[in-house]
């Protein structure tokens, strides 16, 4: 698919976040719902404007059923450990829904980028049930 | 800053103080990332430990104040052997939380299982408390602390060469 038919295939859901350093947004895409992370979260208390956030998804993702849902890291630069409890948080509330409404965060992340899978295995280790790496 | 790379195999050493912003910790970062790629060629390390600067360099800048931070980086390849030391006025208080956390640390033998019950533990909503379990999980570093009137100096030290696939991290840590 070209790049210009797959922007006319995702819709954005207005669910969005963005500081100077970073930005994050919900699309729904043909593959189904992606959350696309870009920048730098390094910021002194990222969980001021990424827990909100992350609820605001979070809802979105329970009152439409989805099954899973992508995030997308590809485009991150760095997450400090107090942005990376953003994704703890979110597993928290991912805990909360009962087993059948519950769906999977499946992480893409960039070869070039170490850390990323390095993170992202830890915390697949802490949710092993709700967490998935691509 | 000094730079001081002598012989390729005698140590390598980066020494800075400043008393920055929040916000250059970013640009430290990505220096430390790009100096350690210089310094230890082949080995993929550069990515982890400017990862164990940052979280050393937020946790001092966030107590320090308006003091200046310290930051040393050894590149040893010959003894096979890195270390981050990372220093910054606080009060005594401060140094005995930090002493306890690092203390609390060792007792666990499995780094992964200590990283793990750090982020049970942790209130998502506030920051701190999880920078020094990933620095020994993620960056593969043991920790020490040290105070000596009124600063504390934070080590992160451990092996340069290591095997980096995640697998290995998991079942050797």
Known sequence: MSEAKAKQAASATGVRVG???????????LEGPVVRFRGTISTHSPAVLLNPFVDSVHEELVKTCAPAVIVDFRELEFCNSSGFKAFIHWIERLQEVGETGRYRLRFVTSPQRRWQR????????FAPNEVELE | MHIDSGATRDPVMLFMRMASPWVFIDEIRRFVKSFCA???????REEYLALAVHELMQNAVACSGSQPVE???????????VSIQVTNACTPEQAAALQERVDRMRQEPDALKHYLAA????????RGGLGLARIHFESQLGLEVFFEAGHVTVQAAGKLALPNANESRVSNV
């Open chain 2, 38 to 44: 210089c310094a230890s060629p082949g080995l993929d």
């Open chain 1, 118 to 125: 390095t993170s992202l295995l830890a915390l697949s280790c």
């Open chain 1, 19 to 29: 500081d100077q350093k970073y930005s994050a947004e919900l699309v729904n895409e």
């Open chain 2, 71 to 81: 930051l040393s980086l050894e590149i040893d390849s010959a003894s096979d052997r």
């Open chain 2, 119 to 126: 982020m049970a533990g942790t209130s998502p909503s506030e």
